[in-house]
């Protein structure tokens, strides 16, 4: 998984488009993930591609730079590369992190693209900080909610809402009854902030929370299986089968 910064430029010139990416060429940790030279071609791109980092014009045929931000979903942070200085104040209402005047100086760009990173670490520190202090720590305190991510979105996810949690590699899948989350969590790491009441640990790879266990199945060699209410079904290891088994009445 890449933890470069993405960009997308547009811009109807291809002079300037070239420019741009002569002088990114200089920043190693970013990711120049397409082009574009329309506004209509922008908003596409951007709401596809989800850039972190967005190289505008401002006047492009049909479509200029502020009406490609009124439409797009997602939200870059957004550096504004024009010939024109009378549309700065417009500019900086967007949250624009900079703008930029034609003929592009190499150092003043540095400046802005520089002003981008920084911008975008402190804003994700900041949320880091956020969700650190929304937990509480200590002994024998269990997570009612986790935070997860899809997309570039954080989901208030309720931890009463997964129904079990699958272990891939270093990753853990969550799935509830609508969705699935992928957490750079271990599995291991995920079972210490769940309580004990609600989800038991059936093998080394799987969770399951007990309200979306169906059934159970023994098999002739001593074996047991667990199914879910949506149809899944998992063994429970020797290991864990102990946990069950003391549920049992």
Do not use: W
Request: charged content about 30%.
């Amino acid at each position: 998984m890449s933890n470069k910064t993405t960009c997308l430029i547009v811009d109807d010139e291809k002079l300037a488009r070239d420019l741009l990416r002569e002088f990114l060429a200089d920043f190693p940790d970013l990711e120049i993930v397409d082009e574009a030279s329309q506004g209509t071609e922008a908003v596409q791109k951007i709401n596809k591609l989800k850039p972190n980092l967005l190289f505008l014009d401002v006047q492009m045929p049909g479509m200029n730079g502020f009406d490609v931000l009124d439409e797009i979903e997602h939200e870059p942070y957004v550096i504004f590369t024009t010939a024109y200085d009378q549309y700065a104040i417009q500019a900086f209402e967007k949250n624009a992190v900079d703008y930029v005047l034609k003929p592009l100086d190499q150092d003043r760009f540095r400046l802005a693209v520089n002003r981008a990173l920084k911008r975008k670490k402190m804003e994700e520190d900041t949320l880091e900080n956020l969700l650190h202090s929304m937990r509480k720590e200590g002994p024998g305190h269990f997570e009612s909610h986790l935070f997860v991510q899809k997309s570039e979105k954080l989901f208030n996810l309720a931890v009463e809402e997964i129904q079990f949690l699958e272990a891939s590699g270093d990753y853990t899948i969550i799935t509830t009854k609508t969705d699935q989350f992928v957490s750079s969590s271990g599995i291991g790491k995920l079972e210490e902030m769940l309580s004990p009441d609600l989800f038991i640990r059936v093998h080394r790879s799987t969770i399951i929370n007990i309200n979306s266990l169906k059934e159970i199945e023994r098999h002739f060699n001593g074996g047991m299986v667990v199914k879910m209410h949506n149809g899944k079904s998992f063994p429970v290891s020797r290991t864990y089968a102990k946990m069950i088994r003391k549920k049992v009445v």
